[in-house]
């Protein structure tokens, strides 16, 4: 079945820093990837989405590249601020498993030190 | 914009009791819906997907005797857990799909004593 991988389980940093979440993934088909970011006591929010090879999706300074050949969607931030502090989920959807399916990966906790 | 809402936000049942959870799309026509649940270790588990007119596809390890889905028309649909022992605690999130992007929910906190 698909899975997605996050390696890092939590990420600390300090303001202005630079970022990157990793995020592999594998699936049978052509999946739309996706990046999730999830505050104490709300529902994951969708950051941004790209569903074809090379295709960049961004979102409040957040980007991540689709990228076919490494299977991956790696998130970056060139310069992050205490408010980005949350949890953040890679996730993807593949149309042969039915295009409603999300598979998230395991979440990776961002914590901004002012 | 597209909203989805949950209801209760938390709950607390005895073990062995049932309870019942909403969720309502608003500003959008869902095409779907679908159940998850986040465990305290933050990872997500498909419960369920639900289609209007279509029946419901339930994943493995969960049933429809155990959370019975209703799924009446394009902005609601309700999920009960039945019977609630401790391994259902966790955040119940649903997911409404507009088109590609599906629209989370704040989630309803369920607490077995």
């Known amino acids: 079945g698909d899975s997605v991988t996050q390696t890092e389980g939590q990420v600390a940093l300090s303001e202005e820093d630079f970022l990157t979440i990793h995020c592999n993934y594998s699936a049978s088909g052509y999946p739309t990837l996706f990046w999730y970011v999830q505050y104490p006591g709300e529902g994951p929010q969708l950051l941004f989405r790209a569903s074809r090879d090379k295709e960049k999706g961004s979102s409040r300074g957040f980007e991540a590249t689709y990228d076919k050949g490494t299977t991956s969607f790696h998130l970056r931030k060139a310069s992050v601020q205490e408010s980005d502090s949350a949890v953040y989920y890679c996730?993807?959807?593949?149309?042969?498993?039915?295009?409603?399916?999300?598979?998230f990966g395991k979440g990776t906790q961002l914590i901004i030190q002012p | 914009g597209a909203l989805v809402y949950q209801y209760p936000r938390r709950t607390i049942c005895k073990s062995g009791t049932s309870m019942r959870m909403e969720c309502q799309a608003v500003?959008?026509?869902?095409?779907?819906v679908a159940w998850y649940r986040q465990s305290p270790q933050k990872t997500f588990e498909l419960i369920a997907l639900?289609?209007?007119?279509?029946?419901?596809?339930?994943e493995q390890n969960f049933t429809q005797e155990k959370f019975p889905i209703s799924h009446p028309n394009l902005s609601f649909s309700s999920m009960t857990v039945l019977n609630a022992y401790l391994e259902d605690r966790g955040l119940y999130l649903c997911?409404?799909?507009?088109?590609?992007?599906?629209?989370f929910g704040p989630g309803t906190r369920l607490t077995v004593l």
């Open positions: 997911g409404a799909r507009a088109r590609v992007e599906q629209y």
């Open positions: 639900s289609t209007v007119n279509s029946a419901i596809k339930y």
């Open positions: 500003g959008f026509q869902a095409t779907s």
């Open positions: 996730a993807l959807s593949d149309y042969t498993e039915g295009a409603d399916r999300l598979t």
